[in-house]
């Protein structure tokens, strides 16, 4: 054999183990790429649903039971900075009383005149506590037109492996791991920069929401920095030492 005829061969070879690798791997991952479409997808129908229905919606990810459901909210659209997906009992009840006592000796219908609804969140408001300004709630199917017969309330397939790796999204400080998170997504189009990674206890999927557009992508992998996703830090050790001082 010449050397051309052998470096044909083994260009054929290598090729068919490609193949038969690439085969394998897609194979072996087949509940994971399932589970990381579906969500992809459950993701972009709530950014279109918010921008239709003009409603803030968020997409609540349960990374203890490996679920996640699609919300509609009312009420305020800014999202506070490390806000929990539901307010501590405790924390609301001390919101709420500081509330009452500033609109002590108020007039009757600055307090919403009688609503009790009404009269708990301006009385939430007034003491600065955001949580309580907003509600939420499963969207609805019929609104969604939601047609897989599934509703929009979710899983992913644990009898396979398949969870939530990591999350991360623009309101919180840092990576989630365990506990609930949500993602929200605004009525004018634009997103909350999240990064959520799904793994069935070897391969991973990333999926990106990007903020301005609300724009949801699929990557086979993990990032190499999430920061250069989320856009944290961006000015380096100059960011740094301004936070310190």
Known sequence: MTLLEIMVTLAVIGGLLFVAR??????????????????????????????????????VLDLENQG???????????????????????????ALERGRQRLTGVPSDASAGGDPIEATRRAAALAGHHIADRACKPADDSITGDASGKGW??????????????????????????????IYFF????????????TDGSEVFSVLVYGLTGRVEL???????????????????KDTKRETQ
């Open 22 to 59: 690439s085969g394998f791997r897609m194979l072996t991952k087949a509940d994971l790429v399932e589970d990381a479409n579906e969500l992809t997808a459950v993701l972009r129908r709530a950014s279109q649903l918010a921008v239709e229905h003009g409603d803030l919606h968020r997409v």
């Open 68 to 94: 996640y459901v699609v919300e509609v909210c009312q009420g305020a659209i800014a999202v506070a900075r490390n806000e929990l997906v539901k307010a501590d009992d405790e924390d609301t009840k001390r």
């Open 153 to 182: 309330v979710r899983g992913l397939r644990k009898a396979k492996g398949i969870k939530f790796k990591e999350v991360w999204v623009q309101h919180r400080d840092e990576g989630v791991s365990k506990g609930q998170i949500a």
């Open 187 to 198: 009525p004018l189009g634009s997103a909350e920069k999240s990064v959520i990674e799904l």
């Open 219 to 237: 990557h086979d992998g993990t990032l190499r920095d999430v920061d250069d996703h989320m856009l944290r830090n961006v000015m380096g050790s």
